[in-house]
């Protein structure tokens, strides 16, 4: 089975905003992101670690940055793996946004939601898992292993398909900024989770 860290880009100073980000462009890693970005890089080196894809916003590829580099690969840039098109919602306030009626159904019933001029939950799920599919498989030695960093949620609707979990529930799910899940991949569907919201030890110094 071909494994796949699903990494969630180092944290930035855009959350304290208080707003959704979406695909936002021009949001970069503060210095707490920066010192997770080392920490995975540490983590990775020594992993047998074939190639490192990210979405291509700059969060992500200044995470994925020094995981590269560690391991002496190229960063390959995935469409595929964007955070999701959240449309009329990007860069609107939470609290303002929790205020509304279908909020209850985004975090209660994320299956039945579509942003405003963006994605459905579902829809999402669907992309996020075939782009993971056909990037596993790419690799057919099981003691290869593939970097995706990418985005929060997008990352727990890829756990929770794999895991066989309803849409419904993949709130549940925690993925924290720096952390890894580890995903496997085989032949004819086969699929396991071995780990969800890893966060490697800090890099002293870093």
Known sequence: MTTLYLV??????YVKKGKLAGRLPGIHLND??????????AWFKEKPVKAVYASPLERTLE???????????????RPGLLEMEIGDWTDKSLKRLALRKDWRIVQR???????????????AQARIAAEIESLAARYKNPKHAIVCVF???????ALSHFLGQPLDLFQRIIVAPGSVSAIH???GGGAAVSAVNFVPPPVPDA
């Open 8 to 13: 969630r880009h180092g944290e930035n100073d």
């Open 32 to 41: 707490k992101g920066r010192a997770q970005a080392a920490a995975l890089a």
């Open 63 to 77: 995470t994925a940055a020094p995981i590269a580099a560690a391991l002496g690969l190229k960063i390959i840039e």
């Open 109 to 123: 019933h994320p299956s039945r939601f579509q942003f405003p001029n963006g994605e459905t939950f579902a829809g």
């Open 151 to 157: 985005h929060s949620d997008p990352i727990k609707l």
């Open 185 to 187: 991949l085989g032949p």
